[in-house]
């Protein structure tokens, strides 16, 4: 169990934009794919019900069961469809199909079957998909293989939108490249329509999305170009026609019929809505400024919500088409997370940019998006290969009284603009107020941004590609109601670019990285102290060490050398040839991490700037290079005091990989504690807490007592076996929490094993009763499988005899017990 | 659905002075009143009774002005030489005035003719004054005396013959009859005592005295001369408290605010500076056509008066307070329309609930049009010629956000002569103005390339073009011409700096280690 300490955790966040979501019947819930299992949240309340956790590998589409609408298939990478009733988040099967799954279609006339995306079965690694249909076979397990397989349509595209079912379910619709088909079932015949590339007059003419309209012969298709082609009268060959609706500028994403038919909603880069009306195509409605791409259009069965999902991970739910009711908000993973994690101090919460042009506070604890600030002030303008501005630095001083951030916009052929802009806090309000803003604080990109950590002065030093590093502070004005920013001073150093620069923990000491040289300054005098170098190798990151270690101050090469300055005798003290990407400081201790990207692959270091040897070093965390990661502190101290785990006591290390997941280290104390929280928070939720209840359950509590204290004389139940713990606390344990299943499994095994020397004694010496008891467990327990099943083959006498004779024998052993306790009393008088 | 975000008008920092309380009250003044006189003001003089006129000499006159006034209440002209420093006595009845001729003339405020001539001076008088038991007159002449003379009996009563050089300047103290000071070309000052024969102070201007000045507590002295003023402390013994230097040419004249508080000074270089007189900074400054000789406050700094060389008097009334509120008011009939007022005064009663209605925000014209993705229209709401000359900022706000959305080129585009020429027009107004520079050099660019194949089909645009072009060349000489300036300061700055070693290890050292630095940052850290 020693591996077990420090393990990677990842952290929520997940897409919850990936897949279209599900409206259920009723409209109170929406459900949909997040990563490895189905988020089920509340439309009217926005909040997170509760997830649909088992499958094992990313959850790829999710339809409601169209002959049971408490109930809903999903899809999985993982090769299996599960169905699930998910008001209560119950599995109740799952069909094994063996292929990596990639969509999934459902439709009313075809009960009991599914569609599927899988890869093409010769061709396992290239990209060819094709669309099969497979008859979910009947039967009471569990598990389920379903393996017959019969293909419907060669050389679909992965992508759910993709595919449609036509009316009644009896064609369904596909689009790849230029190309339309559709499969009539009746016919088992397959149509074809191809459009040309129609690269002359600039159209891009490939299809994007389909639908079909649920009443009549009609399918909408989408095109790259912003077109809405309606096709009708194609089941034949020749004579089919399309008319067109060009409303969009970029490509249409996705489209949406209205149950009824009347409406066709799509959407795509411009985030606007678009409501058309079926047989008067020339009027339309818009919902504009949803605030991202729309990727994904779901309407619920009834019609009277419609929800979009945007490419800002957000899904928005929309009453009738006029007003956006909720918002479902996950954490927004973008292109590139330029402003680096940072910490608010108040909130605790992880910041980082978000929308465009906007920083998001996400909470850590909750896993949830408290707010997203805008930065930038501007229109976003949804378009393609628009130069828009985006928030490129931020940090946040202290006390989280203010925050500094940096836009930028680079133009082709043109100046950057940027502006540095200053956030006060207000305390009315919860949030930040613009306070100043600087144009043109620099002439070039500012690649470094700090706050002076002492409380005495505000102070905020800017380094840039100009050459300069400037020191703003906040201007005190006593006429003025409210202060603002200032420059305070200007440096260089033989004209060299700064790169980087540190605060030391007390703000005495600036130290500013001019590419080999670091360079060591003054802020009350703005003296240059020292310099400090160590070639080959431009510097790429600097950090001064903390509490204890403050005396050191580190720095990062790019010619893979960490190098630790004694500042206290201005020399080297130690230096180790490493690949260091990213240098974090913990601000509640001396630790500091260092990822090294080695072959590919990142490897972490956790050490003490005074210790040759460090704390915890972790080979191959992830592979690609760790860019972000951040020290979290936390709420409450661990109290570890094993070596290994105890630079976890303070704070905690979030990261972000290659691939845009956010990471984390726990600790498997912890996660004890996190486990007994949820367990507290279980309540027994088959009977609500009424008077009634209370006054009932009392009763029926000591009812239930005395009847086992009846069956059971000995007043004994049997000992659940030892590992028992563990298998609950891996029940429990959220999946996302859990570690490989290999490993998983070793450790469900050896808690299945009871242990040799106890408890054969026991056994032995129970094995009377726990047979009887056994005897008896069992035929109730599986009375009800066998009513249902008995009820089909056998006559019900044959079931009802038994039962008599076993309601005969409780009544004896009442009469025993009964006899016992009287005489009992008897020779206690 | 987010709200329309509108255009964001960037707010431009006012350049040149801060606005301050003193700013404020100093610029509370009205446009100047202008008199020609027929030559040099020298010097100005307020009558401490009550309509304040002031004498004004200038020539071979003395005009007495009433405070409203633009023509002379009364002239005296028995002068045969230029006239010189004429003074009211405290009770504003009587008046002296030097001359060139070496005669010291008393008039009665209300008469012609001379009521005395004090004959002794053998060189022209250029000071006079009462001192404060007034049957005395104080003289300092360019023979390098200064007398004091019995106004009863017109007698010489003394005469100090210290200074070496013009005695130029002199006051007298108001509150003791038989201490005065003087300033003279010789680069002193004394303070005399009319009860002993030799003066009881000196302090040394080092720069020929033109002015002198007492505090009203009279424990201090001010003094110009040179581009210097300097200020004395009489209760140290005549030490020196400050010198300012804030003048490039001789400061000529001082004078002190109604309150105390303010010291103000007329120079040569056409500048009065007024300083705060508890830390000496410049609060203030005013400007004027010609060099000044003389300048005066009215009581209550009710006016400004300042003589220059060329013979101008300037006066400058303060605005009344009546006047302002009369604006104010003006202003606030603004809202003429029945439905902006309508319901808006009611005031609540107790009783009533209050359902308060959502603001709605108004959008701008040129807002709206970019709403609707109206480029060119929303351009041509951000060129209407009122918001084109008023405020040149809104209009390259749109154009910013047009370029921002990538569709200033197309907005541009496709307009007539009339239309473009307005725009040429904006442009070669503002294309040089720093703040505005960045957007309008790209939209420039964008209109010559847009329109570069009808060059030549309409004059009028035509005249622009020509008009843009030696705009921006003259511009580009400008900028060439600062850099070179620039160039020479960076010089004069490197000399001037004392240069500093800053311990740096060579790379011959790779531990990074420097042994002069050893002392520098080890204190600092252990202070940390």
Redesign the interface.
Known sequence: MVEMEIRMVHLGGSKINFREPVITHDSRFLLCAAGESVNVYSTSTEEYVHDLQGHTDLVTGVVLNPSNHLQVYSCSADGTVRLWDFTDAILIKTFIIGYPIYSIYVSEKHEGVVFLVVPMANYKSSELFQLVAVHLPHSGDQEVEARELSAVLCDVSPHPGAASFGREGEYIAAVKGLQLEVFFFKKQKSYRFSLKSGMKKGAKNAFTCVSCHPKEDCIATGHEDGKIRMWRNFNQKKEYTYSTLHWHHGAVNTLCFTPEGTNLLSGGIESVLVHWHYTQENQKDF?????AAITHIAVSPDGSLFSTSHSDNKITIIQSCVK?SAVIQGLVKGDGVWTNLIIDPRSKALVLNGKPGHLQFYSLHRDKQLYNLDIV???Y?H?E???Q?EVVKAAFDARGDWLATVEE?RKKG??LEINLKLWAYDKLTQSFVLNT?V?APHEDQITAMFFSPSPETTMLVTTSLDGHFKAWVLADHS?ANEGFWECDFVGGYHLLKPGCCSF?A?G??LSVGFQEVVT?W?PASWE????????PGAIRDLCFGRLSC??YLLGASTKNQL?C?N??????EWSTPMDVSLLQTDPLSENMAAFCSQSGSSDLFVFKPSEPRPLYSQKALCTGKVQHAVFAPRDQMLESCEERTQWLNRSQLYFFTQHMDLLTFSTKTEEDRLLASSKQLMVDDSVAVTPFYLLLGKHRGQQLEKQEALTNPMAERTQLPQGSIAIKELLHTPAHVLPSASFLCAMFVRSLLISSSSAREEKEHEEGEMEREKEEEDSEGEADPRLGESAAWGPPEEFGAPALIKAQERELRKVKTFDHSWLSSLLDC | MASFKSTKIPIYPKLGEKVTPDTLYWKNYKAPVQIKEFGAVTSIDFSSLAPHNYAVTASTRIHIYGPFSTEPVKTFTRFKDTAYSGKFRSDGQLLVAGCEDSVVRLFDVSGKVALRVFKGHTKGVHVTDFTSDCYHILTGSDDYTCRLWDIPNSTELTSYKEHTDYVRCAITSKLNRDIFITGSYDHTLRVFDARVEKSVMTMDHSQPVESVLLYPSEGLLVSAGGRYVKVWDLLKGGQPLVSLKNHHKTVTCLSLSSNGQRLLSASLDRHVKIYNTTNYKVVHNFDYAASILSLALAPDDESIVVGMTNGVLSIKHRKSSEEKREMAGKQRMQPVYRIFVKGRNYVPKKDDFLVSKPVKSHLAKYDKQLKKFNISKALDTALESWRRNKNPEITVAVMKELDRRGTLKNALAGRAEQNLSLLLKFLIGNVVDPRFTPVLVTATEMILDIYQAVVGQSSVVDRQLVCLQELVEREVDYQQDLLEVLGMLDTLFAASLPRKEVPCPGSSRPNGLAEGCLGAPGPQLQSA
């Not at chain 1, 240059?528 to 070639?535: D, G, K, M």
């Open positions: 919902l504009p400024r949803l605030g956006v002030q501007q229109e303008i378009e290969g628009l130069d501005f916009r043109a100046e803003t144009t006429d030391s007390d005495s000491l060591v003054s240059l102290l020292t310099t400090l170098s160590q070639p403050s005396k190098c300055w500042l206290l005798t201005c020399s080297l």
